[in-house]
Structure formats: structure tokens, C-alpha cells
Nanobody
Framework: QVHLVESGGGSVQAGGSLRLSCAQSGPPASSVFMGWFRQAPGKEREEVARINRSAGNTYYADSVKGRFTITRDNAVNTVTLEMHNLKPDDTAMYYC??????????????????WGQGTQVTVSS
């Protein structure tokens, strides 16, 4: 069982920055694929970023590419999402996710196995 706890959400003006952190407990961090999803009211859930177990590969949604950076530190079981040049469209609940298997690959579960409780990000214009 993987337990995920997010922190760092808040309210900023457009152009500002926020840093989200996710503390993971359970199995060794190096055995878990990690990522971030977000969902805004009335919109579909969107996978924002993900990082593989060794932090060697990352993925970003086109909507955040160049503005967001996902990193992980397996020594302290933490995944971080640095968000810069925030836009009102980035307003959403952000969820840290984890899974022992790569959910984005064919043949695996289409969704991560574990989800945090979410942290709200609000960007005002």
C-alpha cells in the first residue's frame, strides 16, 4: 500500500510560481512510478506530469511543458512539482499519484493505483 500526502498548494496571481510536494510512504520510493494529475470543476481530469522510478524519464502534458518540472528524491520519498508562469487555466485540484506499474503503457491499468487527497491551486488573472 502506498500512502501519498500532498502539500504546497495555494493561491497566486498569473505569472507566479508554486511548488507542490508529495510525501510517499509504504514500499521503497524507487519501486513506484509517480506523477501528478489535476482536475478543474467541469473539466476532465488531466495527467500533468509523471516521472519514472529512477527519475531518468519524465512526461509533461503539452499544456504545462516548459513551465512545470517534476522531480523526485527517492532518498526522502518525495516528489515535487515546480510550477512557474502560472495561468488561470492551471487552476485545479492537483493530485499526487503513484503506482508500481507504468499506467500509461498498453497492457497495464489505465490509471495509477494510488492517489493523494489533493491540494488546491488557484491562479487569478
Amino acid at each position: 500500500q502506498v500512502h501519498l500526502v500532498e502539500s504546497g498548494g495555494g493561491s497566486v496571481q498569473a505569472g507566479g510560481s508554486l511548488r507542490l510536494s508529495c510525501a510517499q510512504s509504504g514500499p521503497p520510493a524507487s519501486s513506484v512510478f509517480m506523477g501528478w494529475f489535476r482536475q478543474a470543476p467541469g473539466k476532465e481530469r488531466e495527467e500533468v506530469a509523471r516521472i519514472n522510478r529512477s527519475a531518468g524519464n519524465t512526461y509533461y502534458a503539452d499544456s504545462v511543458k516548459g513551465r512545470f518540472t517534476i522531480t523526485r528524491d527517492n532518498a526522502v520519498n518525495t516528489v515535487t512539482l515546480e510550477m512557474h508562469n502560472l495561468k488561470p487555466d492551471d487552476t485545479a485540484m492537483y493530485y499526487c499519484v503513484g503506482s508500481p506499474r507504468p499506467w500509461w503503457l498498453p497492457g497495464y491499468s489505465p490509471e495509477p493505483s494510488y492517489w493523494g487527497q489533493g491540494t488546491q491551486v488557484t491562479v487569478s488573472s
